[in-house]
């Protein structure tokens, strides 16, 4: 046989041989489960103006054999927004995966972190993070800030008026502007709108919540302090408690109860008053206040309080006093006073 035809059927044989192997190959290739790879675990935005909204693309990759399934793309923050092109990724495929990160109201350096959730099964029980850097420029800008944003009711009767002290701090560089206080109609307050407040200042404002027009039972209410703070132009301030069936009293009195802010107050001496009505048809007496505290002190010690007749009772907190001897956060103490109730005799 001639030796060039030896050696074509050689290389024709070698051919079908590794046609073959290659289709077996294949044919029985065991398939390998889908694997998440992502282009960037990382991804820092740098130095960025402020209420800029910087985006990137990161590409999600399917590294297995078998589709990769994403199940839930979630962020540490509301302040990133993100989409994916598909969440059903072939082998070899990738997908788009935009984040957008909205600087609005944040000042300096920011790390958020993005969730995947695959069916990757060396992901199984954990999510891929992606993290996320940013820096924001410096602005200027108002922060708002109250002492308090719960008002407590406590137990009250249907007509009575409970007040509250609402004192709000700017702690931003720049005016903050109060615009508008939302409030339920049976709440007033003394507000003069606009109201401007400069960087560390204070303004103290008083809430008066008159439950006449108020159904029986729990209240559940929420006043919105609306300002120019970029970041909390809504402020909610939360107001709760129980209204009951009034009773018939001689002797109305409101607050219920008076608050003292230690921090807030400058003065060495602060006055807080009570409210006291006759709606009896009676004189009633009052022969003696007594406070629970020697720093709390009352302006009178016996009056009378004639029908349909109203009497401020003034109580004085002695500030310096009641730092030395309040070592809680809060103390509570209480107003004593002793009413001459007339007992009639006949016989």
């Given at each position: 046989?001639?030796?060039?035809?030896?050696?074509f059927?050689?290389i024709?044989?070698?051919?079908?041989?590794?046609?073959?192997?290659?289709?077996?190959?294949?044919?029985?290739?065991?398939?390998?489960?889908?694997?998440?790879?992502?282009?960037e675990?990382?991804?820092?935005?740098?130095?960025?103006?402020?209420n800029?909204?910087?985006?990137?693309?990161?590409?999600?990759k399917?590294?297995?054999?078998?589709?990769?399934?994403?199940?839930?793309?979630?962020?540490?923050c509301?302040c990133?927004?993100?989409s994916?092109?598909?969440?059903?990724i072939k082998?070899?495929?990738?997908?788009?995966l935009?984040?957008?990160?909205?600087?609005?109201?944040?000042?300096?350096?920011?790390?958020?972190?993005?969730?995947?959730?695959s069916?990757?099964?060396l992901?199984?029980g954990?999510?891929?993070?992606?993290?996320?850097?940013?820096?924001?420029?410096?602005?200027?800008?108002?922060?708002?800030?109250?002492?308090?944003?719960?008002?407590n009711l406590?137990?009250?009767s249907?007509g009575?008026?409970?007040?509250?002290?609402?004192?709000?701090?700017?702690?931003g560089?720049?005016?903050?502007?109060?615009?508008?206080?939302?409030t339920?109609?049976?709440?007033?307050?003394?507000?003069?709108?606009?109201?401007?407040?400069s960087p560390?200042?204070?303004?103290?404002?008083?809430l008066?919540?008159?439950?006449?027009e108020?159904?029986?039972?729990e209240v559940?209410?929420?006043?919105?302090?609306?300002?120019?703070?970029?970041?909390?132009a809504?402020l909610?301030?939360?107001?709760?408690?129980?209204?009951?069936?009034?009773d018939?009293?001689?002797?109305?009195?409101?607050?219920?109860?008076?608050?003292?802010?230690?921090?807030?107050?400058s003065?060495?001496?602060?006055?807080?008053?009570f409210?006291?009505e006759?709606l009896?048809?009676?004189?009633?007496?009052?022969?003696?206040?007594k406070t629970s505290a020697?720093y709390?002190?009352?302006?009178?010690?016996?009056?009378?309080?004639?029908?349909?007749?109203?009497?401020?009772l003034?109580?004085?907190?002695l500030k310096d006093?009641?730092?030395?001897e309040?070592?809680?956060?809060e103390?509570?103490?209480?107003?004593?006073?002793t009413?001459?109730?007339?007992v009639?005799?006949?016989?």
């Amino acid at each position: 046989m001639p030796k060039n035809r030896i050696f074509f059927i050689s290389i024709a044989i070698i051919i079908i041989i590794s046609v073959i192997l290659i289709f077996n190959y294949f044919q029985y290739k065991p398939l390998q489960p889908p694997k998440l790879s992502v282009s960037e675990e990382e991804w820092d935005f740098g130095m960025v103006k402020p209420n800029d909204k910087p985006t990137h693309i990161f590409m999600v990759k399917n590294e297995g054999n078998e589709d990769l399934i994403i199940e839930r793309v979630r962020v540490s923050c509301g302040c990133v927004k993100t989409s994916i092109s598909t969440k059903l990724i072939k082998p070899g495929k990738s997908a788009e995966l935009k984040a957008t990160f909205d600087t609005t109201g944040y000042d300096g350096k920011i790390e958020k972190v993005i969730y995947i959730k695959s069916n990757d099964p060396l992901e199984q029980g954990v999510e891929k993070k992606v993290s996320l850097y940013i820096e924001i420029e410096h602005y200027s800008k108002p922060v708002i800030s109250i002492f308090q944003n719960e008002w407590n009711l406590g137990l009250i009767s249907q007509g009575d008026k409970s007040n509250f002290n609402l004192i709000i701090e700017n702690k931003g560089d720049e005016d903050l502007i109060i615009e508008k206080i939302d409030t339920y109609e049976h709440i007033s307050h003394n507000f003069i709108l606009p109201l401007t407040i400069s960087p560390d200042e204070k303004h103290e404002a008083t809430l008066i919540y008159n439950s006449m027009e108020h159904e029986l039972g729990e209240v559940r209410e929420a006043i919105a302090i609306l300002s120019n703070d970029p970041k909390r132009a809504v402020l909610p301030l939360r107001v709760k408690g129980y209204i009951k069936e009034k009773d018939k009293p001689a002797i109305s009195i409101w607050p219920v109860e008076i608050n003292f802010n230690l921090k807030a107050d400058s003065e060495e001496g602060v006055i807080g008053k009570f409210t006291l009505e006759n709606l009896g048809e009676k004189v009633v007496k009052i022969i003696s206040v007594k406070t629970s505290a020697d720093y709390l002190a009352s302006l009178d010690s016996e009056f009378d309080l004639r029908s349909e007749e109203k009497e401020d009772l003034q109580i004085i907190l002695l500030k310096d006093k009641a730092i030395k001897e309040i070592h809680k956060e809060e103390a509570d103490e209480y107003i004593y006073l002793t009413i001459a109730l007339p007992v009639k005799i006949s016989k």
